[in-house]
C-alpha cells in the first residue's frame, strides 16, 4: 500500500531559460574576452576590406598589414618600446600624483562644508581650463623636461577623482556615519574606517575616468617639446606623411589604455570585496 506520508522530496525547478544561459555565459571570463574582441576584429576587416577595395588611397588610410610591418620596423630598431614605456610611465606618475591629491581634496570638500564653499567653487573653473591651455604656462615655469609633462597629466587626473569623491561623501548614509562616532571614530580614523570604504565603488569610478583623461591629456603633454612617446610619435608621423605610424600610435594608445584600465577594474573588484 502506498504511503501517502513518505512523499518524495520537491526539488525546485532549474532555470533552463536562454536568458540564464546567455548570463551563465557572459559571466566567464574567457566568454566575455571573445565577445569583445568581435567588434575589434569586425573593424579590423571592414579596415582591410575598405583599402582592398581602393575606398582610400594608402596615404589616407594604409592596410593593416602596412601599419603591422611599421611596428615590426619600429621594434626592430628599438624605438617603439621606448615610445610605450616613456608614455606609460608619464601616464603613471602624473595619474598616481593626480588621483592622490584629487582624493584628498575631494574628501575634504566632500566632509567640510567650509571647505565647500571655499574651494569648490575655484576648481569646478579650473576643471573647465583645456589642456592645451596649460601647456605654454607650464613650459614658462617648468621649462621643457619631464616635469612639466607629468604635471599636465596629473591636472588631467585630478579633476575626475576630485569631482566623485566629493560628491560621493556627501551622500554617505548618516545612520552610518553616526554609527562609527557611537564607536568614538571620528577625523581621519572615520574617514578610512567607515566614509570611504562606503564610498569605494564611487572612488573606483572616478580612478577609471582619472585614468582615461591621464591617457587623453598624455599626447597634449608630449607636445611640450618631446623627442620620445607615443604623443610624439603621433605628430612626428603626421608631419613626415607616415599614416601607418600614425595610426599605429592610435592603436596602441587605446589597446595599453584598455590594459591599464584593466588592471585598475581587477582592483577595484578586490578593493568591492574587501571594503565596500
Known amino acids: 500500500m502506498l504511503d501517502l506520508d513518505k512523499q518524495a522530496p520537491v526539488r525546485a525547478p532549474q532555470d533552463r531559460s536562454p536568458a540564464s544561459g546567455r548570463s551563465a555565459l557572459l559571466a566567464t571570463g574567457w566568454a566575455r574576452l571573445l565577445l569583445g574582441l568581435l567588434l575589434p576584429a569586425a573593424l579590423v576587416l571592414a579596415w582591410q576590406l575598405s583599402t582592398a577595395a581602393g575606398l582610400f588611397s594608402v596615404v589616407q588610410l594604409p592596410p593593416p598589414a602596412m601599419v603591422f610591418e611599421a611596428a615590426v620596423d619600429l621594434l626592430q630598431r628599438g624605438e617603439l618600446a621606448r615610445h610605450v614605456a616613456i608614455s606609460t610611465q608619464r601616464v603613471l606618475l602624473g595619474f598616481a600624483f593626480g588621483a592622490a591629491l584629487g582624493l584628498a581634496f ?12 571655499l ?10 581650463v583645456p589642456s592645451l591651455a596649460w601647456v605654454p604656462l607650464l613650459i614658462l615655469w617648468m621649462k621643457i623636461g619631464e ?23 556627501r551622500h554617505v548614509d548618516k545612520n552610518l556615519v553616526e ?10 580614523k572615520l574617514l578610512t574606517t567607515v566614509q570611504l570604504p562606503a564610498v569605494v565603488p564611487s572612488v573606483f569610478s572616478g580612478l577609471r575616468l582619472a585614468l582615461a583623461q591621464a591617457w587623453l591629456f598624455l599626447v597634449a603633454a608630449e607636445l611640450i617639446a618631446s623627442s620620445m612617446g607615443l604623443g610624439f610619435l603621433l605628430t612626428d608621423s603626421q608631419n613626415n606623411g607616415r599614416t601607418d605610424r600614425l595610426l599605429l600610435a592610435i592603436v596602441l594608445l587605446a589597446v595599453i589604455g584598455k590594459i591599464t584600465d584593466a588592471v585598475l577594474g581587477i582592483a577595484e573588484k578586490w578593493a568591492v570585496k574587501r571594503w565596500a
Not at 554609527?179 to 581621519?188: E, I, N, T, Y
Open 179 to 188: 554609527a562609527g562616532r557611537a564607536f568614538g571614530l571620528k577625523g581621519l
Open 147 to 169: 616635469d612639466s609633462k607629468v604635471t599636465l597629466i596629473m591636472i588631467g587626473a585630478f579633476f575626475p577623482v576630485f569631482t566623485t569623491v566629493s560628491l560621493a561623501l
Open 106 to 117: 575631494g574628501a575634504l570638500v566632500g566632509l567640510s562644508k567650509v571647505a565647500d564653499v
Open 119 to 128: 574651494l569648490a567653487p575655484t576648481i569646478g573653473a579650473l576643471r573647465a
